[in-house]
């Protein structure tokens, strides 16, 4: 394998980015079906005092990250049979929640952590309380770092890359530094995160050594 140490910092961010809306995606889809939850109980469980029932899913759309995404929405009635609007796909419906600032918010809060080998499952995080346009925008921005805290602490055993490739990204007065993983047919994997003051030796090492507690095969023969 080989390890290139610079890659243009626009086409390392936008494979970072592509992961980020990836877990944003995750993390609405969570929190919408948490909310019915709330109203409606848990699937197949009797609930004698619950305040809607599950009506299926809707398809529908939301713009994500300045893209438009298709999401599978979940609907909920009343007993009276009227539709329940429930809070997050109204809030998401009015505004794009994955912001420039909160894509940034994100992928430094990842880079700081350090990475657990066993996570909580990620449904216990999104909570359900809250209703207001700022209380479902931390919820999501919790929810969708959670999303990225598990793909940066998944295995990489079962990857086959013929290159890592590393660049500094900056964020204001952070610098984040990214590994790329690039598989021989083309196929680019982020593979994590470490924030550091410069892009110096110790921050790449302490990203390499990550890398390679997750499994990462580092002695692979490249044939060109």
Not at 34 to 49: F, L
Not at 85 to 108: C, G, H, I, N, Y
């Amino acid at each position: 394998m080989s390890i290139v140490l610079a890659l243009p910092a626009a086409a390392m961010f936008g494979e970072l980015r592509e992961l980020v809306i990836h877990a944003g995606l995750r993390a609405v889809e969570m929190m919408l079906e948490a909310e019915r939850t709330a109203i409606c109980g848990a699937p197949y469980h009797r609930q004698e005092d619950r305040q809607a029932i599950r009506m299926g899913h809707a398809p529908g759309e939301l713009v994500l990250g300045g893209r438009r995404v298709s999401v599978k929405r979940p609907r909920a009635r009343t007993r009276t049979k009227e539709e329940v609007v429930l809070p997050s796909w109204k809030r998401f419906s009015a505004e794009d929640p994955l912001t420039e600032r909160a894509v940034e918010q994100m992928v430094v809060g990842v880079s700081t952590r350090k990475y657990a080998r066993s996570l909580k499952p990620v449904a216990e995080g999104v909570a359900t309380r809250g209703t207001s346009r700022s209380a479902v925008s931390r919820r999501f921005v919790a929810a969708t770092q959670e999303q990225l805290d598990e793909w940066m602490a998944s295995d990489l055993r079962g990857l086959n890359l013929v290159a890592v490739m590393i660049d500094a990204l900056s964020f204001r007065e952070h610098v984040v530094l990214c590994a790329l993983g690039i598989e021989a047919g083309g196929k680019k994997h982020v593979l994590g995160l470490q924030e550091g003051a410069t892009e110096n030796a110790v921050a790449c090492t302490e990203l390499l050594a990550n890398l390679r507690e997750r499994g990462l095969r580092t002695a692979v023969r490249c044939s060109w």
